[in-house]
């Protein structure tokens, strides 16, 4: 396969917050294609299609994200493409030139802990192990595949290993137009729950509730500003009852909101607090001197469970968790019973806009930068 010349989008250092990250710490650079004579024994090289830009990418930009690569760094934790070399020792069965494949962020890319951290996804092309590379499930676009792994693995995480969500229950989902919101009531429904999702606009909700959504409920304040009462919506959906799980990746006002929704005993999940994003220091700095709170009087008066769902940081614990995971993802997406959202494109020339885009919660479900 002809290789040409690429480029690439690199981070130089964290700033105090993503927006000065990308506006003043970003660049697009050229990118000479990758020697497949120098690839290691089992070594792959992608040529990459497509990107996805999650909310992760973007916090990672100033450091305030949980996993901090090093600068410079290429931006770009899921991303998918076709396979253009492969080193003397690369398993046929796990790979070949021409193969349309998806990437495992926990061992190529930013999120990565090994030497291949530097392979991010906004770059023409990557170098990765043959371990990282994993053949495009069922019928699923490049974009898709690029917001298959990291989405709906946490949505797995969350709601399986951590919810235990249950058919017949009752769910509600904040933050349910972004990337793991959609994941997350695509999941919730698979797993035979009625979905309330929860989020600031009309004109998104609509869009969630076409993917699966029994209920919307929009928590805008009539005035625009904060949040609103929306836990009388939420009694008169469940029959006065509230609800059995609360997925909250919203964090703040939301968060307290929502604890009020639920029913004696719930599950109450933390998935992040996209709200709140400068609870850390930023410029890549640890702490969290503006950390949030969440009032123990309800928690104790409802008996409530408050579980923390960190997707990333309980592989590195205990990483068994992963394999059945990642297995249960593939195979739905094989089978068809999930089907990755994906509502903005850009070419990779406009990654700030795509990258501010998601910031300012302007995107409903994925986005996908195309190199």
């Known amino acids: 396969m002809q290789l040409g010349t690429g480029q690439r989008v690199v981070f130089k250092e964290f700033g105090e917050t993503p927006v000065e990250s990308i506006e003043k710490f970003s660049s697009l650079e050229p990118m000479d294609a990758p020697d497949p004579?120098?690839?290691?024994?089992?070594?792959?090289?992608?040529q990459i299609k497509s990107a996805s830009i999650a909310w992760a990418d973007v916090l990672m930009t100033s450091g305030q994200y949980q996993h901090q690569p090093k600068p410079p760094y290429i931006p770009?934790?899921?991303y998918s493409g076709v396979v253009a070399g492969v080193g003397a020792g690369v398993d046929d069965s796990r790979c070949r030139v021409g193969d349309r494949v998806?990437?495992?962020f926990t061992l190529a890319g930013p999120r990565s802990l090994g030497p291949y951290q530097h392979a991010g996804g906004l770059a023409s092309y990557a170098v990765v192990p043959q371990q990282a590379v994993l053949r495009i499930p069922g019928s699923l676009s490049f974009d898709q595949a690029s917001n298959l792994l990291v989405n709906y693995e946490t949505a797995y995480h969350c709601l399986v290993a951590r919810g235990q969500l249950k058919n017949g229950e009752t769910i509600l989902i904040n933050g349910a137009t972004g990337s793991t919101g959609v994941a997350a009531?695509?999941?919730?429904?698979?797993l035979g729950a009625t979905v309330i999702a929860v989020g600031r606009s009309d004109?998104?909700?609509?869009?969630?509730?076409a993917q699966g959504a029994d209920h919307v409920v929009n928590s805008s304040a009539p005035e625009g500003e904060?949040?609103?009462?929306?836990?009388?919506?939420?009694?008169?959906?469940?029959?006065?009852n509230?609800?059995?799980?609360?997925?909250?990746?919203?964090?703040?006002?939301?968060?307290?909101?929502?604890?009020?929704?639920?029913?004696?005993?719930?599950?109450?999940?933390i998935v992040g607090w996209a709200s709140t994003p400068n609870v850390a220091r930023g410029k890549g700095l640890r702490g969290s001197?503006?950390?949030?709170?969440?009032?123990?009087?309800?928690?104790?008066?409802?008996?409530?469970?408050v579980l923390g769902c960190p997707t990333g940081i309980a592989v590195a614990k205990d990483p068994s968790v992963r394999p059945p995971r990642l297995a249960a993802v593939l195979r739905w997406a094989d089978e068809g019973k999930i089907d990755p959202f994906v509502s903005n494109v850009y070419a990779l020339s406009d990654y700030k806009k795509a990258m501010l885009a998601r910031w300012n919660g302007e995107i409903v479900g994925g986005s996908a930068i195309h190199p």
């Open 37 to 46: 004579q120098a690839l290691g024994d089992t070594e792959v090289i992608i």
């Open 76 to 78: 770009g934790n899921d």
């Open 102 to 104: 998806l990437i495992d």
């Open 185 to 190: 009531v695509q999941v919730a429904k698979l």
């Open 203 to 209: 004109e998104k909700l609509a869009l969630v509730k």
């Open 226 to 240: 904060g949040v609103r009462r929306f836990r009388d919506d939420v009694k008169a959906l469940t029959g006065g």
């Open 242 to 269: 509230g609800v059995d799980v609360v997925y909250d990746a919203v964090g703040g006002e939301t968060s307290l909101e929502s604890m009020r929704c639920t029913a004696f005993g719930a599950r109450f999940l």
């Open 289 to 305: 001197p503006n950390a949030n709170q969440l009032p123990t009087n309800i928690m104790q008066m409802k008996g409530l469970s």
